[in-house]
Structure formats: structure tokens, C-alpha cells
């Protein structure tokens, strides 16, 4: 069982809706992450929240949206999604940042 | 480049051992990670090693690290069917960066 809880599981949005994904974890950790992984492929990252502050970028178009609410808070908000951005969108967090990081079991994610 | 570099698949009986190689390219990198990952799951971490460690043993897993050739292996002792999945070695990325770079991934099946 995995300590980093992602909701929902599954999601399926049209290009014009707005979403958004939720990651939640009670460990304690400061520091928090949003990857992107598409079939058969390692994880890419999106973004990592350092103390609740945005602290990399990796180029992520604006169509995707994170925020930080508080420490155990993650989201993830999708607006606009392209057919290309389905994929299989994972959290993980870690003590702070340089830790190991423990993931979610992720979202997967379908746009038509 | 960031490439990290592992075979794309891996068969094996079970009861036998299990070895998974990794060629990683950043010699400054603190830790080094392995992470399974089941169908339609996110990723476990398994263990990690510090870059001042040869060897790490846990349980049935055993890790070694060489520097000087930047090769990491992972070693599972006693295979079994419950260990069929895709296992990624993970570094952390250049200096000063949170970002974790993954390998190409492992897929690992284990026959009866």
C-alpha cells in the first residue's frame, strides 16, 4: 500500500473541460512532485513543490496548472488537455527535496 | 547526455537469481534508486544506495554500485512470480537539481 493517495484512478475528459487531480500524503514530507508517464516509458517530471513553493518547471505548457494548498496538498489542475497529454500522471513526495521519493499509484488519464 | 541506460528485458526461472544493470552518466549523482513498477501501478521504491556505498543488501535484494565504471546492479535472490514487473534505476540529476532521472526500464518476467 502506498502512503502518497491519488485521486481518482481513472479519468476521462473532452479538450474543452476542466479538471483536476489530486495528490495527498500524511508522512511529513515538504517536498512534492508531479510526473508525466506515457505506455512503456519512465517517468518525466512536471513540477516540484519545495515548502509548499514552486521550485521547478520542467517547461510544462500553461494548459497544465499545479497548486500547493498546504503541505500534504498536491493538485494538479488540466484545462484545454491535448489527446497527446494522455497518460498515466503520477505523485510522489519526499522529506525534502534530494530525498527518495515515494509515489502514488497515479491517474490515468484520457482525453477524446 | 542524460541518458541512463538499462536492458529492455530480462527472463527468468523461478527460484533463480535475478540481475538488473543500469549504466548511469552523472558522477556527482548522490544517491542512486530502484523502483518497480507493477501493471497499472505507480512506482515502489525498492531501495537506493549512497554514492559513498559499494554494496547494499536488503533482504533478497542486493545492490552494487561501481563508480568508476558508473554501473549500478540490482540482484534479487529467489525469484519469484510475485517479482514480474518493470524495474527502473534512478539517479538524481545534475547538481544542485531535484530531478530524477530514470532509466529506460527493465521489464522482468519470471516463468514457473
Known amino acids: 500500500d502506498t502512503e502518497v493517495t491519488q485521486t481518482p484512478k481513472h479519468l476521462v475528459m473532452g479538450m474543452t473541460n476542466k479538471k483536476s487531480l489530486k495528490c495527498e500524503q500524511h508522512m511529513g514530507h515538504r517536498a512534492m512532485y508531479w510526473y508525466k508517464q506515457k505506455a512503456k516509458k519512465p517517468p518525466e517530471l512536471m513540477f516540484v513543490y519545495s515548502y509548499e513553493k514552486l521550485s521547478i518547471n520542467e517547461s510544462v505548457p500553461s494548459r497544465f496548472s499545479p497548486e500547493c494548498p498546504n503541505s500534504s496538498l498536491l493538485n494538479l489542475h488540466l484545462h484545454a488537455l491535448q489527446p497527446e497529454d494522455s497518460a498515466l500522471y503520477l505523485c510522489?513526495?519526499?522529506?525534502?527535496?534530494?530525498?527518495?521519493?515515494?509515489f502514488g499509484d497515479g491517474t490515468r488519464l484520457s482525453i477524446l | 547526455g542524460e541518458d541512463v541506460e538499462q536492458s529492455l528485458f530480462l527472463s527468468v526461472r523461478e527460484g533463480d537469481s535475478s540481475v538488473i544493470n543500469c549504466t548511469y552518466t552523472?558522477?556527482?549523482?548522490?544517491?542512486l534508486y530502484w523502483y518497480k513498477q507493477e501493471p497499472g501501478a505507480g512506482l515502489q521504491l525498492l531501495t537506493y544506495?549512497?554514492?559513498?556505498?559499494d554494496m547494499k543488501q536488503d533482504q533478497r535484494l542486493t545492490v552494487l554500485l561501481n563508480k568508476k565504471d558508473k554501473h549500478l546492479s540490482l540482484r534479487i535472490a529467489d525469484t519469484q512470480t510475485g517479482d514480474s514487473a518493470i524495474y527502473f534505476c534512478a539517479e538524481v540529476g545534475r547538481a544542485n537539481t531535484d530531478k530524477l532521472i530514470f532509466g529506460t526500464g527493465t521489464r522482468l518476467q519470471v516463468f514457473p
Open positions: 510522489a513526495s519526499s522529506q525534502v527535496i534530494k530525498q527518495p521519493q515515494h
Open positions: 552523472d558522477s556527482s549523482s548522490t544517491y
Open positions: 544506495i549512497f554514492s559513498n556505498m
